[in-house]
């Protein structure tokens, strides 16, 4: 027998739309506060959470400088650019941020020096960055005024500059320099802005997180964590309450570089005290055997543009390119400058390359280079000090400098347009709104 059907209670269905819409209100909610690394032009120290240092877009085809922006302290962390044109980095215990026409907007303090930690940017409007304080910062990007701290568990350092996670939209991933690798909560509600898990290695590290994918190449970036510390690289699991040392493998003492992940490979390449660059596969066995390069290396090693050529800058001065595949040395390298006399010993340096495969890297003779693939030369400039990591943007350069002149070089093409849209190092910017 058929029974007909009852009409739905008006009262029960207002309560399931008023569920509904709270239900998406929350998400949206939720969503908005997410941590998601931003999708700028250089949104964090090595441009992408597999550290390649490398940029689809054409960086400066010569070495015209603007004016410089005089910021009056220590850089020795690479810039992050935001998608309106704002560049932020870390400088002796402040924050700061330079809009593309060269105009400080702002400079708000840490209570210790940045170090070498560059800031990593957020959908939400955040910066990350650590600090000598024991601290992992999160700022506002507009004001520069802190949003909150989470202070490290144990009495170390935070030089790392921070991953943001994309398995979590709720950490960003650093190293102390008391042994320990974090899981930093990023809300600002109590209890959420605070450590979610640490796990204790065999030293203290200045060395950024990689981030390596579930099945090599995918992309996913949801793999394991792929970590240096003192003589050795790690795999680790985020379980999501705690983290898991699931693989080690020992290698030389490991002094500021961080390791990078093949996006197409999942091929790990890391630099060491030892004199050798190191090439693993994701299960951390030799892909080929370490290359001696004769010196120590300090830097961390960049990818070329089509993923086929390893770049590595030694304390001796010289800029190594080797096969990604089988290590053998590239015609036309190593470059050393004229002098023979330039080094690379800061800690956490890199080279940058961009669309069309040039290198750009500075060292201790105070000189920014550009080289094309082929190892030629093709623009030297001396800036007032010893430069930071470069920065690519759209037909430029950023280069903070370490020491000297304490100055934020930009290597653009000459501003075009109105006050009102100037072109200016490939962004457009009101210049006349302070």
Known sequence: MLHPKRPVPRFLLLSVLYAALALSMVLRARDSSATVLLDSSWPMYGHDVKHTFRSALLGPTDGHLLDPTPIGNACQGQ?????????????????????????????TLLEEQASISGPALDTSGFLYVGSRDNQLWKKDLVTGDAACRTKALEQGDIKSSPTISVKFPDRVYVLDTNKFLYAMGTG?????????W????????????????????????????VVAAGKSVYLVDDGGVSGTVVASRRIGRIRGATPLV??????????????????????????????????????????SADGTTIYVPTDRGRVYALDAATGAARAGFPYVSPSQKNRFKLAGYAPVVDGAGNIFFGGNDDHVRALAPDGSLVWDVQIGGRPAAATIVDGGLLVPSVDGDFMLHRFCPDPTGPPEAESVCGFTIDTTVP
């Open 79 to 107: 810039a992050a650019v935001t998608s309106d044109g704002v560049f932020v980095f870390g400088c002796g215990s402040s924050t700061v941020a330079v809009r593309a026409d060269g105009l400080l907007l702002w400079r």
């Open 188 to 196: 600002e509600t109590p209890g959420t802005c605070a450590p979610i």
């Open 262 to 303: 093949h996006p197409d490979t999942g091929n790990i390449y890391l630099g060491s005290m030892d004199h050798r660059l190191y090439a693993l596969r994701p299960d951390l066995t030799d892909l080929f055997p370490p290359v001696d390069l004769g010196s120590r290396i300090y830097s961390s090693a960049a990818l």
């Open 198 to 225: 640490s796990v204790r290695l065999e030293r203290g590290s200045v060395s950024s997180v990689s981030l390596a994918d579930t099945s090599p190449g995918n992309g996913d970036a949801a793999g394991n964590l």
